[in-house]
């Protein structure tokens, strides 16, 4: 059982937005920064978020990241078949003195 | 580019100790701004971080782990290391070394992970 609550999946058509939320709270989400991760299939994860709305270079601005309160958004716009992955959000537990990680979302691009 | 590699043997018996290797290129491992972590996901579920290391030798350990785990750096080779004891079915997972930026939970460049099975 993870600390960080994120859907099991998502879908949504090519070309549509969809938000995977992450979950958690005040030891974790509600005091700290989060990062998003993707995982293409048979990959490792690709750091595709940080401090909760930066983007590392080379990712598109078609991914967005937000925070209210002890809950994080990923958003991914003009979906494509390329985006179909699985999603993690991480952040710091200060009561778990650990990194901790969401379940993961995996998307699926219909 | 930076890259990490890990190494190790794929299989591991039952109350064994695992050991695993990272090798950095493209980069040093003795850059200030940045600590070395090494993180697992076991078949189908999710990423567990495991531990961190400074290239000073300072040390981080998740604590559901950590009277198993041992981390390590050589810097004079670019590599850190691994170490988890008395190993059970449960350890059995894609073990992926990554950069951490700080301390600001940004694991910014991953290996692409070796799989390690404990069974006997």
């Known amino acids: 059982q993870s600390v960080l609550t994120q859907p099991p999946s998502v879908s949504a058509a090519p070309g549509q937005k969809v938000t995977i939320s992450c979950s958690g709270s005040s030891s974790n989400i509600g005091n700290n920064y989060v990062s998003w991760y993707q995982q293409l299939p048979g990959t490792a994860p690709k750091f595709l978020i940080y401090?909760?709305?930066k983007r590392p270079s080379g990712i598109p601005d078609r991914f967005s990241g937000s925070k209210s309160g002890t809950s994080a958004t990923l958003g991914i716009t003009g979906l494509q078949t390329g985006d179909e992955a699985d999603y993690y959000c991480g952040t710091w537990d200060s009561s778990l003195s650990s990194w901790v990680f969401g379940g993961g979302t995996k998307l699926t691009v219909l | 580019q930076l890259q990490l590699q890990e190494s190790g043997p794929g299989l591991v018996k039952p109350s064994e100790t695992l050991s695993l290797t990272c090798t950095v290129s493209g980069g040093s491992i003795s850059s200030s701004s940045y600590y070395w972590a090494w993180i697992r996901q076991p078949p189908r579920r999710g990423l567990e971080w495991i531990a961190s290391?400074?290239?000073?030798?300072?040390?981080y350990y998740n604590p559901s782990l950590k009277s198993r785990v041992t981390i390590s750096v050589d810097t004079s080779k670019n590599q850190f290391s691994l170490k988890l004891s008395s190993v059970t079915a449960a350890d059995t997972a894609v073990y992926f070394c990554a950069r951490l930026i700080g301390m600001t939970g940004n694991f910014d460049y991953w290996g692409q992970g070796t799989l390690v099975t404990v069974s006997s």
């Open positions: 401090d909760i709305n």
């Open positions: 290391v400074y290239y000073s030798g300072n040390t």
